[in-house]
């Protein structure tokens, strides 16, 4: 007998006698069943078939019309509401995290949504960012594929964590491309845009959120995509080639984009001017004019936004350039290409080498391995590769331009600076916070950078480098670039592809991605509420291979009751490799613990342990000996002394490559990022070595 329950064990197995035989899935085993059952607990939002044109079909001897399927779109307005009741999620909402003036931490900091009217009004105003894509569904086993356009949205008033999180992005339509392409997005999108306009407005919209009723107000902070996606929701030109000013924020004419690096030296677009252009372009269509005057060319202006129907939404501000996109797979690799095309015709080493060196070092930086690199990808400037494959290659490349011997890179020196400039702005550009005199030096960087580039690769600028000089302005109205990159989208797309591989279905794939996505997303919403599973929204870590044993028994006790601050024989856990924050830590990785004048103290992981739901680390040290220009890398040595460090305390949740050979080397991406962390933010700017460098003048 239970003395708290008074039940006894007869009782129990009474209980469960009367389920014997039972399924635990009885009653879901099919997916019409699962989704019935979901919806009846009210959790399933269906996705609704947009239905665009009628075509006559013979049935059964007889001729009828029928209306045909462009794609699916999933209700939003239901869909925020479901999402609004994660308990996680609302209290991101209700719980705000602070702002500082002149500091951009997040979307939320910047003056698009600072300034909003509706924002001023209602300070508790939701912020909403939209994005768009194609990506190619494949079927291994059969060969089939099939092109899809997804829509999705993302709420932005989450937590950074949460919100990298892939159940942070939602559908808001799967599509045929070419139907949106010829019938524009308008049908895919109404259901979002009267939403939209029905969240910003003064009235708002309500929700019952936990049983009670709240009401809501939201505004479209930005739309994301690549080049052609935004273009093609903001009614532009999709390709530069095609407009006399192919540029999205300002009036740039293809003879002028190279002109200058400074974004005042060009006429920004505005949105009163955009909406005169968009009225004459409309208007000389009707008129089907032919030669003479054609405001399309001109203005870069193909028709109407769908999105500026949206309250507040700006078309000339709202789709920001992407990181992504026209940073690592644009200017990045364009440099790159050029950079080996210079060591290349000085004949001081040859591709296999430089290949077989960039993957000694890029095992350092994880599971990206940067494909090998031929001399056509190198003459047409196309260097293959993902983003991520592309950052490694970016920052492998110093080292594998390196002379061990003579301790020389194989390129000139001023190549060598242009190139560690172009680094040393994109860890600026990557930085999670960014102050207002960060911007100011961003600005600078941009500029000197790309008359360096200019004067050293003469006409291998592109578009994409005109478009970089509107980050900085960027970052003002957004926040940092990263957290409105694509990275997170397109990953929500391998989500997609996995389902098209397993359901071998493309009948109607467009139903089946839809119908498949909301019963997962809205069944762990439901599987949450009711306590089975964690928090929606939270990420689960993981630790690898618990052993349990007692303080005194471990050889860094004395380190571990510091630490944990504990006393006693203890129980604890000792762990191969845990895995948060979406960082896989186990012996042998690097973390950073602190800086001192600007230069990062790291460690080396020795031994992983948990007490009571905290971990630490036990760490060597590693002493920095000086920051490397000509690698952008600190040089550093081991200590003999070993100390512990809760991962609560660790500043930087990010993988920390650890060169070794020749010397041991620590990349540190994102330096200012770590430096306003720590309220070190001086970088200094070596006119000599043309870059943005640290105080190398250690003696620890």
Not at 43 to 70: H, I, M, S
Not at 154 to 171: D, I, K, P, Q, T
Not at 617 to 639: D, G, M, T, W
């Amino acid at each position: 007998m239970d003395p708290n329950t008074t039940l006894s064990i007869n009782e129990v197995i009474a209980v469960i006698d009367k389920f014997s035989g039972t399924s635990l899935f009885q009653g879901v085993q099919t997916s019409q069943q699962l989704s019935a059952f979901i919806e009846h607990q009210r959790y399933l939002v269906r996705p609704e078939p947009v239905l665009f044109e009628n075509v006559d079909v013979l049935v059964g001897g007889t001729v009828k019309k029928v209306q045909v399927e462009g794609g699916y779109y999933v209700p939003f307005l239901p869909m925020l509401e479901l999402l609004l009741n994660c308990p996680e999620v609302l209290h991101c909402v209700d719980n705000p995290e602070p702002t500082e003036k002149g500091k951009f931490r997040g979307p939320m900091d910047g003056h698009s949504f600072r300034q909003n009217p509706l924002v001023k009004k209602f300070p508790d105003t939701l912020g909403i960012c939209s994005y768009d894509d194609d990506a190619n569904c494949t079927d291994t086993a059969s060969s089939k594929n099939k092109s899809v356009k997804f829509l999705y949205w993302s709420l932005l008033n989450l937590s950074a964590e949460l919100r990298s999180s892939g159940r942070g992005v939602h559908l808001i339509a799967s599509a045929d491309p070419a139907v949106v392409k010829s019938k524009g997005h308008d049908m895919f999108m109404k259901d979002f845009q009267d939403g939209m306009n029905k969240l910003s407005s003064e009235e708002g919209v309500e929700f019952t959120i936990s049983g009670k009723k709240r009401t809501f107000h939201a505004v479209l902070v930005h739309h994301a995509g690549d080049n052609p996606a935004s273009a093609a929701c903001g009614g532009f030109k999709e390709s530069a080639a095609f407009a006399k000013c192919p540029c999205r924020q300002c009036f740039a004419t293809q003879t002028e984009l190279f002109t200058s690096f400074v974004e005042k030296d060009f006429t920004l677009r505005s949105k009163e001017l955009h909406e005169a252009q968009v009225a004459e372009v409309e208007k000389y269509g009707q008129s089907r004019s032919t030669g003479g005057f054609n405001p399309s060319v001109e203005y870069g202006i193909n028709k109407r936004s769908f999105l500026m129907t949206i309250n507040y939404f700006d078309v000339t501000k709202c789709f920001p350039q992407d990181l992504m996109h026209d940073v690592i797979l644009g200017t990045l690799k364009q440099e790159i290409a050029c950079l080996l095309g210079h060591v290349l015709l000085k004949n001081q080493t040859n591709l296999k080498k430089i290949n077989e060196k960039v993957e000694s070092v890029a095992k350092y930086f994880g599971v990206n391995k940067p494909p090998p690199i031929t001399r056509d990808h190198i003459d047409q400037r196309s260097i293959k590769g993902s983003a991520a494959e592309t950052l490694v290659l970016a920052h492998s490349l110093p080292f594998a331009l390196l002379d061990p011997a003579s301790g020389k890179s194989a390129c000139d020196s001023e190549n060598l600076n242009c190139y560690i400039l172009r680094l040393n702005l994109l860890d600026l550009q990557m930085s999670e916070e960014f102050s207002l005199d960060d911007v100011q030096r961003l600005r600078k960087m941009i500029a000197l950078h790309h008359l360096r580039f200019q004067r050293l690769y003469p006409n291998s600028l592109i578009p994409k480098h005109h478009y970089e000089i509107h980050i900085p302005t960027q970052i003002l109205l957004f926040g940092p670039p990263r957290f409105y990159w694509c990275f997170r989208f397109e990953a929500k797309h391998a989500y997609f592809k996995r389902i098209a591989r397993m359901s071998h279905n493309f009948i109607n794939i467009y139903f089946t991605l839809s119908q498949r996505h909301q019963e997962k997303q809205c069944g762990l919403m439901m599987l949450s509420a009711s306590g089975y599973t964690k928090p929606y929204m939270r990420k689960s870590d993981r630790f690898g291979s618990p052993m349990d044993l007692h303080l005194n028994t471990s050889v860094h006790n004395l380190l571990l009751e510091s630490c944990f601050k504990i006393t006693g024989n203890k129980s604890l856990q000792r762990y191969n490799f845990v895995h948060m924050k979406g960082v896989h830590y186990s012996k042998g990785s690097t973390v950073i613990l602190g800086f001192e004048r600007n230069v990062p103290i790291c460690g080396e992981i020795v031994d992983i342990y948990g007490l009571n739901g905290k971990v630490a680390f036990i760490y060597q040290k590693l002493i920095p000996e000086k920051y490397v220009v000509e690698l952008n890398a600190f040089k550093v040595r081991y200590s003999d002394s070993t100390a512990a460090v809760l991962f609560s305390n660790i500043l930087y949740h990010h993988h920390v490559p650890f060169i070794r050979g020749g010397g041991n080397y620590i990349l540190v991406p994102c330096r200012s990022y770590l430096a306003h962390k720590v309220g070190l933010h001086k970088l200094s700017w070596n006119e000599k070595l043309c870059c943005w460098v640290t105080d190398t003048s250690i003696s620890i």
